[in-house]
Protein backbone atom coordinates (compact mmCIF):
# COMPACT_ATOMS: atom_id res chain seq x y z
CA UNK A 1 0.00 0.00 0.00
CA UNK A 2 1.33 3.29 -0.99
CA UNK A 3 2.05 6.04 1.25
CA UNK A 4 0.91 9.82 0.74
CA UNK A 5 2.32 13.28 2.45
CA UNK A 6 0.58 16.29 3.19
CA UNK A 7 1.57 17.62 -0.30
CA UNK A 8 0.22 14.86 -2.49
CA UNK A 9 3.48 12.97 -2.78
CA UNK A 10 3.33 9.29 -2.94
CA UNK A 11 5.73 6.70 -1.88
CA UNK A 12 6.10 2.83 -1.45
CA UNK A 13 4.44 1.05 1.63
CA UNK A 14 7.84 1.39 2.87
CA UNK A 15 8.55 5.29 2.52
CA UNK A 16 12.01 3.72 0.61
CA UNK A 17 10.99 4.88 -2.80
CA UNK A 18 9.52 8.60 -3.90
CA UNK A 19 7.10 7.30 -6.89
CA UNK A 20 4.84 10.38 -7.70
CA UNK A 21 5.03 13.86 -7.15
CA UNK A 22 1.72 16.29 -8.27
CA UNK A 23 2.40 18.40 -11.65
CA UNK A 24 0.17 21.26 -9.60
CA UNK A 25 2.80 21.04 -6.98
CA UNK A 26 4.72 24.78 -6.03
CA UNK A 27 7.67 25.86 -4.17
CA UNK A 28 10.65 23.94 -2.30
CA UNK A 29 10.23 20.50 -1.33
CA UNK A 30 12.41 18.33 1.24
CA UNK A 31 12.74 14.67 0.13
CA UNK A 32 12.38 12.64 3.67
CA UNK A 33 15.51 10.48 4.64
CA UNK A 34 13.96 7.39 4.33
CA UNK A 35 14.01 7.43 0.71
CA UNK A 36 16.54 5.74 -0.99
CA UNK A 37 15.07 5.84 -4.58
CA UNK A 38 13.49 8.63 -6.75
CA UNK A 39 11.51 6.48 -8.82
CA UNK A 40 10.85 7.21 -12.79
CA UNK A 41 9.49 10.36 -13.38
CA UNK A 42 8.94 10.80 -10.23
CA UNK A 43 8.64 14.95 -10.38
CA UNK A 44 8.24 15.06 -14.38
CA UNK A 45 6.70 18.46 -15.14
CA UNK A 46 6.36 20.15 -11.93
CA UNK A 47 6.96 23.15 -13.19
CA UNK A 48 6.40 25.34 -10.02
CA UNK A 49 9.29 23.39 -8.12
CA UNK A 50 11.29 26.10 -7.01
CA UNK A 51 13.85 23.74 -4.63
CA UNK A 52 14.63 19.92 -3.62
CA UNK A 53 16.43 18.94 -1.18
CA UNK A 54 17.89 15.31 -1.83
CA UNK A 55 19.23 13.80 1.27
CA UNK A 56 21.83 11.27 2.12
CA UNK A 57 19.96 8.20 1.80
CA UNK A 58 19.25 8.09 -1.50
CA UNK A 59 21.41 6.19 -3.67
CA UNK A 60 19.03 6.15 -7.58
CA UNK A 61 17.56 9.15 -9.36
CA UNK A 62 15.35 7.25 -12.18
CA UNK A 63 14.45 8.02 -15.93
CA UNK A 64 13.08 11.10 -16.37
CA UNK A 65 12.82 12.08 -12.24
CA UNK A 66 12.81 15.49 -13.15
CA UNK A 67 12.40 16.09 -16.63
CA UNK A 68 10.49 19.32 -17.28
CA UNK A 69 11.11 21.00 -13.67
CA UNK A 70 11.52 24.27 -15.40
CA UNK A 71 11.69 26.12 -12.33
CA UNK A 72 14.17 24.26 -10.58
CA UNK A 73 17.53 26.57 -10.41
CA UNK A 74 19.65 24.52 -8.64
CA UNK A 75 19.92 20.92 -7.30
CA UNK A 76 22.71 19.19 -5.17
CA UNK A 77 23.17 15.62 -5.91
CA UNK A 78 24.35 14.17 -2.46
CA UNK A 79 27.36 11.66 -2.44
CA UNK A 80 25.17 8.77 -1.52
CA UNK A 81 23.95 8.59 -4.80
CA UNK A 82 25.46 6.14 -7.65
CA UNK A 83 23.10 6.05 -10.68
CA UNK A 84 21.12 8.71 -12.69
CA UNK A 85 18.87 7.67 -14.61
CA UNK A 86 18.51 8.60 -18.19
CA UNK A 87 16.22 12.02 -19.26
CA UNK A 88 17.02 12.57 -15.38
CA UNK A 89 16.65 16.42 -15.80
CA UNK A 90 15.93 16.31 -19.15
CA UNK A 91 14.94 20.06 -20.09
CA UNK A 92 15.43 21.80 -16.36
CA UNK A 93 16.23 24.99 -18.18
CA UNK A 94 16.47 26.99 -15.17
CA UNK A 95 19.54 24.79 -13.78
CA UNK A 96 22.99 26.76 -14.07
CA UNK A 97 25.11 24.19 -12.96
CA UNK A 98 25.75 20.28 -12.10
CA UNK A 99 28.41 18.88 -9.75
CA UNK A 100 28.75 14.58 -9.79
CA UNK A 101 29.96 13.78 -7.02
CA UNK A 102 32.49 11.01 -7.05
CA UNK A 103 29.70 8.44 -5.78
CA UNK A 104 28.08 8.20 -9.37
CA UNK A 105 29.31 5.57 -11.16
CA UNK A 106 26.17 5.03 -13.71
CA UNK A 107 24.49 8.38 -15.88
CA UNK A 108 21.95 6.95 -18.26
CA UNK A 109 21.15 8.39 -21.82
CA UNK A 110 20.35 12.59 -22.10
CA UNK A 111 20.70 12.93 -18.28
CA UNK A 112 21.32 16.37 -18.55
CA UNK A 113 20.16 17.20 -22.30
CA UNK A 114 17.74 20.62 -22.76
CA UNK A 115 19.43 21.56 -20.14
CA UNK A 116 19.85 25.27 -21.88
CA UNK A 117 21.04 27.21 -18.61
CA UNK A 118 23.82 24.81 -17.89
CA UNK A 119 27.22 26.91 -18.01
CA UNK A 120 28.87 25.20 -15.22
CA UNK A 121 29.62 21.34 -15.09
CA UNK A 122 31.88 19.70 -12.83
CA UNK A 123 33.04 16.10 -11.59
CA UNK A 124 34.44 15.38 -8.46
CA UNK A 125 37.88 14.35 -8.65
CA UNK A 126 37.40 11.35 -6.82
CA UNK A 127 35.24 10.21 -9.07
CA UNK A 128 36.21 6.33 -11.23
CA UNK A 129 34.27 6.47 -13.89
CA UNK A 130 33.60 10.12 -14.66
CA UNK A 131 35.50 13.26 -15.00
CA UNK A 132 35.51 16.86 -16.50
CA UNK A 133 38.93 16.94 -17.43
CA UNK A 134 40.87 20.63 -18.25
CA UNK A 135 38.13 22.05 -16.88
CA UNK A 136 35.67 21.45 -20.19
CA UNK A 137 32.26 21.93 -18.08
CA UNK A 138 31.33 18.56 -19.66
CA UNK A 139 31.04 14.84 -18.47
CA UNK A 140 33.30 12.22 -19.60
CA UNK A 141 32.99 8.60 -19.66
CA UNK A 142 37.02 8.11 -18.47
CA UNK A 143 37.85 4.38 -19.82
CA UNK A 144 36.31 5.48 -23.07
CA UNK A 145 36.87 9.08 -23.65
CA UNK A 146 33.30 9.89 -24.97
CA UNK A 147 31.68 12.81 -24.17
CA UNK A 148 27.95 11.89 -22.61
CA UNK A 149 26.89 15.34 -21.41
CA UNK A 150 28.13 19.32 -22.16
CA UNK A 151 26.70 22.74 -22.25
CA UNK A 152 26.96 25.90 -24.12
CA UNK A 153 31.16 26.75 -22.49
CA UNK A 154 32.15 23.33 -23.16
CA UNK A 155 35.42 22.92 -24.69
CA UNK A 156 35.75 19.48 -26.08
CA UNK A 157 39.42 18.15 -25.09
CA UNK A 158 41.53 16.55 -27.74
CA UNK A 159 41.20 13.34 -25.96
CA UNK A 160 37.75 12.40 -26.77
CA UNK A 161 36.88 9.95 -29.07
CA UNK A 162 33.27 9.92 -29.45
CA UNK A 163 30.14 12.63 -28.46
CA UNK A 164 27.49 10.41 -26.87
CA UNK A 165 23.83 10.57 -28.41
CA UNK A 166 21.86 13.75 -27.00
CA UNK A 167 25.45 15.20 -25.80
CA UNK A 168 24.57 18.77 -26.40
CA UNK A 169 20.44 18.59 -27.07
CA UNK A 170 18.73 21.13 -27.00
CA UNK A 171 21.47 23.54 -26.21
CA UNK A 172 20.55 26.54 -27.99
CA UNK A 173 23.02 28.70 -26.56
CA UNK A 174 25.52 26.84 -28.05
CA UNK A 175 27.07 29.28 -31.04
CA UNK A 176 30.34 27.46 -31.77
CA UNK A 177 32.07 24.16 -30.91
CA UNK A 178 35.13 22.76 -32.02
CA UNK A 179 35.70 18.98 -32.56
CA UNK A 180 38.94 17.76 -32.28
CA UNK A 181 40.50 15.33 -35.22
CA UNK A 182 40.44 12.33 -32.04
CA UNK A 183 36.46 12.04 -32.64
CA UNK A 184 35.90 9.44 -34.88
CA UNK A 185 31.71 8.79 -33.84
CA UNK A 186 28.90 11.42 -33.44
CA UNK A 187 26.05 9.53 -31.88
CA UNK A 188 22.17 10.31 -32.56
CA UNK A 189 20.79 13.46 -31.23
CA UNK A 190 24.28 14.76 -29.88
CA UNK A 191 23.68 18.43 -31.45
CA UNK A 192 19.93 18.17 -31.99
CA UNK A 193 17.88 21.28 -31.74
CA UNK A 194 21.16 23.31 -31.08
CA UNK A 195 19.68 26.22 -33.09
CA UNK A 196 22.32 29.08 -32.42
CA UNK A 197 24.99 27.08 -34.50
CA UNK A 198 25.83 28.26 -37.52
CA UNK A 199 28.96 26.65 -38.72
CA UNK A 200 30.57 23.01 -37.72
CA UNK A 201 33.52 21.47 -38.85
CA UNK A 202 33.57 17.53 -38.46
CA UNK A 203 37.57 16.46 -38.73
CA UNK A 204 38.63 14.09 -41.06
CA UNK A 205 38.61 11.11 -38.30
CA UNK A 206 34.93 10.95 -38.19
CA UNK A 207 33.46 7.66 -39.84
CA UNK A 208 30.17 7.47 -38.34
CA UNK A 209 27.49 10.70 -38.30
CA UNK A 210 24.00 9.09 -36.31
CA UNK A 211 20.57 9.70 -36.91
CA UNK A 212 19.26 13.02 -35.35
CA UNK A 213 23.08 14.11 -35.06
CA UNK A 214 22.03 17.95 -36.14
CA UNK A 215 18.75 17.54 -36.51
CA UNK A 216 16.74 21.32 -36.15
CA UNK A 217 20.04 23.25 -36.33
CA UNK A 218 18.22 25.51 -37.82
CA UNK A 219 21.23 28.49 -37.65
CA UNK A 220 23.53 25.97 -39.43
CA UNK A 221 24.62 27.52 -42.62
CA UNK A 222 27.31 25.82 -43.97
CA UNK A 223 28.89 22.38 -42.56
CA UNK A 224 32.25 20.40 -43.83
CA UNK A 225 31.43 16.38 -44.04
CA UNK A 226 35.34 14.52 -44.49
CA UNK A 227 35.95 12.20 -46.56
CA UNK A 228 35.70 9.38 -44.02
CA UNK A 229 32.02 9.24 -43.62
CA UNK A 230 30.29 6.83 -45.75
CA UNK A 231 26.84 7.67 -45.51
CA UNK A 232 24.21 10.38 -44.41
CA UNK A 233 22.50 9.10 -41.46
CA UNK A 234 18.47 9.44 -41.49
CA UNK A 235 17.47 12.33 -40.47
CA UNK A 236 21.09 13.84 -40.04
CA UNK A 237 20.14 17.19 -40.82
CA UNK A 238 16.52 17.43 -40.84
CA UNK A 239 14.73 20.82 -40.62
CA UNK A 240 18.46 22.43 -40.71
CA UNK A 241 16.49 25.55 -42.70
CA UNK A 242 19.49 27.62 -42.65
CA UNK A 243 22.00 25.15 -44.45
CA UNK A 244 22.11 26.86 -47.76
CA UNK A 245 24.89 24.25 -49.67
CA UNK A 246 26.51 20.77 -49.13
CA UNK A 247 29.21 18.78 -50.86
CA UNK A 248 28.83 15.51 -49.98
CA UNK A 249 32.12 13.71 -50.46
CA UNK A 250 33.03 10.60 -52.53
CA UNK A 251 32.69 8.04 -49.71
CA UNK A 252 29.45 8.47 -48.84
CA UNK A 253 27.45 5.58 -50.37
CA UNK A 254 24.04 6.49 -49.53
CA UNK A 255 21.66 8.94 -48.28
CA UNK A 256 19.37 8.27 -45.76
CA UNK A 257 15.61 8.43 -45.07
CA UNK A 258 14.37 12.37 -43.96
CA UNK A 259 18.47 13.05 -44.56
CA UNK A 260 17.74 16.86 -45.47
CA UNK A 261 13.81 17.07 -44.71
CA UNK A 262 12.79 20.05 -44.68
CA UNK A 263 15.86 22.01 -45.40
CA UNK A 264 14.37 25.19 -47.31
CA UNK A 265 17.36 26.98 -47.70
CA UNK A 266 19.00 24.77 -49.25
CA UNK A 267 20.09 25.53 -53.12
CA UNK A 268 22.81 23.93 -53.74
CA UNK A 269 23.47 20.04 -53.45
CA UNK A 270 26.79 18.01 -55.10
CA UNK A 271 26.03 13.98 -55.14
CA UNK A 272 28.90 12.42 -55.94
CA UNK A 273 29.31 9.01 -57.78
CA UNK A 274 29.61 6.87 -54.85
CA UNK A 275 26.06 7.04 -53.98
CA UNK A 276 23.85 4.17 -55.07
CA UNK A 277 20.64 4.81 -53.23
CA UNK A 278 18.95 7.87 -52.10
CA UNK A 279 16.04 7.11 -49.54
CA UNK A 280 12.67 7.80 -48.81
CA UNK A 281 12.03 11.49 -47.97
CA UNK A 282 16.04 12.35 -48.44
CA UNK A 283 15.13 15.77 -49.36
CA UNK A 284 11.32 16.46 -48.79
CA UNK A 285 10.54 19.76 -49.10
CA UNK A 286 13.99 20.85 -49.96
CA UNK A 287 12.35 23.95 -51.49
CA UNK A 288 15.07 25.95 -52.35
CA UNK A 289 16.54 23.63 -54.73
CA UNK A 290 16.03 24.41 -58.45
CA UNK A 291 18.28 21.65 -59.92
CA UNK A 292 20.20 18.53 -59.06
CA UNK A 293 22.09 15.57 -61.09
CA UNK A 294 21.41 12.62 -59.99
CA UNK A 295 25.12 10.54 -60.41
CA UNK A 296 25.13 7.08 -62.64
CA UNK A 297 26.00 5.12 -59.71
CA UNK A 298 22.19 6.00 -58.23
CA UNK A 299 19.86 2.67 -58.30
CA UNK A 300 17.02 3.54 -56.85
CA UNK A 301 15.23 7.22 -56.19
CA UNK A 302 12.78 6.36 -52.97
CA UNK A 303 9.42 7.51 -51.78
CA UNK A 304 9.07 11.05 -51.42
CA UNK A 305 12.88 11.65 -52.11
CA UNK A 306 11.84 14.66 -53.71
CA UNK A 307 7.96 15.76 -52.58
CA UNK A 308 7.44 19.28 -52.25
CA UNK A 309 10.62 20.43 -53.86
CA UNK A 310 8.51 23.25 -55.72
CA UNK A 311 11.98 25.14 -56.41
CA UNK A 312 13.08 22.46 -58.65
CA UNK A 313 12.80 23.55 -62.48
CA UNK A 314 15.02 20.79 -63.89
CA UNK A 315 16.13 17.17 -62.89
CA UNK A 316 18.61 14.42 -64.59
CA UNK A 317 17.87 10.99 -63.94
CA UNK A 318 20.54 8.77 -64.60
CA UNK A 319 20.49 5.42 -66.88
CA UNK A 320 21.74 3.03 -63.46
CA UNK A 321 18.18 4.25 -61.83
CA UNK A 322 15.31 1.50 -62.38
CA UNK A 323 12.79 2.54 -60.12
CA UNK A 324 10.98 5.73 -59.10
CA UNK A 325 9.67 5.82 -55.52
CA UNK A 326 5.91 6.85 -54.75
CA UNK A 327 5.54 10.72 -54.35
CA UNK A 328 8.51 10.82 -55.29
CA UNK A 329 8.44 14.25 -57.33
CA UNK A 330 4.87 14.90 -56.28
CA UNK A 331 4.76 18.70 -55.78
CA UNK A 332 7.60 20.21 -57.50
CA UNK A 333 5.31 22.26 -59.69
CA UNK A 334 8.46 24.29 -60.70
CA UNK A 335 9.69 20.96 -62.49
CA UNK A 336 8.79 21.98 -66.60
CA UNK A 337 10.76 18.66 -67.94
CA UNK A 338 11.91 15.45 -66.83
CA UNK A 339 13.80 12.49 -68.92
CA UNK A 340 12.93 9.35 -67.75
CA UNK A 341 15.57 6.78 -68.95
CA UNK A 342 15.03 3.27 -70.71
CA UNK A 343 16.48 1.71 -67.31
CA UNK A 344 13.51 2.12 -65.43
CA UNK A 345 11.08 -0.70 -64.78
CA UNK A 346 8.54 1.27 -62.55
CA UNK A 347 7.29 4.39 -61.64
CA UNK A 348 5.53 4.20 -58.19
CA UNK A 349 1.94 5.63 -56.83
CA UNK A 350 1.72 9.60 -57.10
CA UNK A 351 5.57 9.85 -58.22
CA UNK A 352 4.75 12.95 -60.70
CA UNK A 353 1.47 14.36 -58.83
CA UNK A 354 0.56 17.78 -58.89
CA UNK A 355 3.61 18.73 -61.08
CA UNK A 356 1.65 21.54 -62.98
CA UNK A 357 4.85 23.01 -64.51
CA UNK A 358 4.79 19.54 -66.69
CA UNK A 359 4.18 19.69 -70.59
CA UNK A 360 5.30 16.88 -72.02
CA UNK A 361 6.93 13.05 -71.11
CA UNK A 362 8.21 10.53 -72.59
CA UNK A 363 7.94 7.06 -71.15
CA UNK A 364 10.41 4.36 -72.34
CA UNK A 365 9.54 0.87 -73.03
CA UNK A 366 11.43 -0.49 -70.27
CA UNK A 367 8.45 0.76 -67.77
CA UNK A 368 6.30 -2.08 -67.15
CA UNK A 369 4.57 -0.83 -64.14
CA UNK A 370 2.59 2.90 -63.35
CA UNK A 371 1.37 3.47 -60.11
CA UNK A 372 -1.89 4.91 -59.60
CA UNK A 373 -2.55 9.11 -60.25
CA UNK A 374 1.50 8.90 -60.86
CA UNK A 375 0.72 11.81 -62.97
CA UNK A 376 -2.15 13.30 -61.69
CA UNK A 377 -3.13 16.20 -61.18
CA UNK A 378 -0.16 17.60 -63.91
CA UNK A 379 -2.90 20.06 -64.96
CA UNK A 380 -0.48 21.43 -68.41
CA UNK A 381 0.58 18.21 -69.40
CA UNK A 382 -0.16 17.62 -72.58
CA UNK A 383 1.69 15.38 -74.82
CA UNK A 384 3.02 12.05 -72.94
CA UNK A 385 5.20 9.55 -75.55
CA UNK A 386 5.19 5.96 -76.01
CA UNK A 387 6.99 3.68 -78.15
CA UNK A 388 5.03 3.19 -81.39
CA UNK A 389 2.57 0.86 -81.15
CA UNK A 390 2.54 0.19 -77.67
CA UNK A 391 -0.17 3.00 -76.68
CA UNK A 392 -2.63 0.77 -75.14
CA UNK A 393 -0.16 -1.62 -72.99
CA UNK A 394 0.69 1.74 -71.50
CA UNK A 395 -3.03 2.94 -70.89
CA UNK A 396 -3.44 0.16 -69.44
CA UNK A 397 -0.95 0.76 -66.74
CA UNK A 398 -2.16 3.58 -65.87
CA UNK A 399 -5.72 3.92 -63.88
CA UNK A 400 -6.32 7.65 -64.57
CA UNK A 401 -8.52 7.78 -67.36
CA UNK A 402 -7.26 11.59 -68.50
CA UNK A 403 -3.71 9.95 -68.94
CA UNK A 404 -5.15 7.49 -70.68
CA UNK A 405 -6.63 9.81 -73.48
CA UNK A 406 -3.42 11.80 -73.43
CA UNK A 407 -1.46 9.02 -74.45
CA UNK A 408 -3.82 7.98 -77.28
CA UNK A 409 -4.16 11.82 -78.56
CA UNK A 410 -0.43 12.28 -78.47
CA UNK A 411 0.22 13.16 -82.08
CA UNK A 412 1.83 9.69 -83.85
CA UNK A 413 4.37 12.48 -85.52
CA UNK A 414 5.70 13.73 -82.36
CA UNK A 415 5.98 9.84 -80.99
CA UNK A 416 7.84 9.09 -84.14
CA UNK A 417 9.99 12.54 -83.72
CA UNK A 418 10.76 11.09 -80.22
CA UNK A 419 12.29 7.57 -81.45
CA UNK A 420 14.26 8.74 -84.45
Avoid at 151 to 177: H, N, R
Avoid at 232 to 249: A, E, H, K, R
Amino acid sequence: MANIDKYGVKFSYDRKSLEHCPQDFQGEYIIPDSVTSIEYSAFLGCTGLTSITIPDSVTSIGWNAFEGCTGLTSITIPDSVTSIGGLAFEGCTGLTSITIPDSVTSIEYGAFSGCTGLTSIVVESGNSVYDSRNNCNAIIQTADNTLIAGCKTTIIPDSVTSIEGLAFSGCTGLTSITIPDSVTSIRACAFEGCTGLTSITIPAGVTSIREHAFKGCTGLTSITIPGSVTRIDWNVFNGCIGLMSITIPDSVTSIEREAFYGCTGLTYITIPNSVTSIEREAFYGCTGLTSITIPDSVTSIGDSAFYGCTGLTSITIPDSVTSIGKYAFEGCTGLTSIVIPDSVTSIGERAFLGCTGLTSIAIPDSVTSIGEYAFGDCENLSEIIVPLGQEERFCNMVSDNKIADIIRKTPEKIQRRHEE
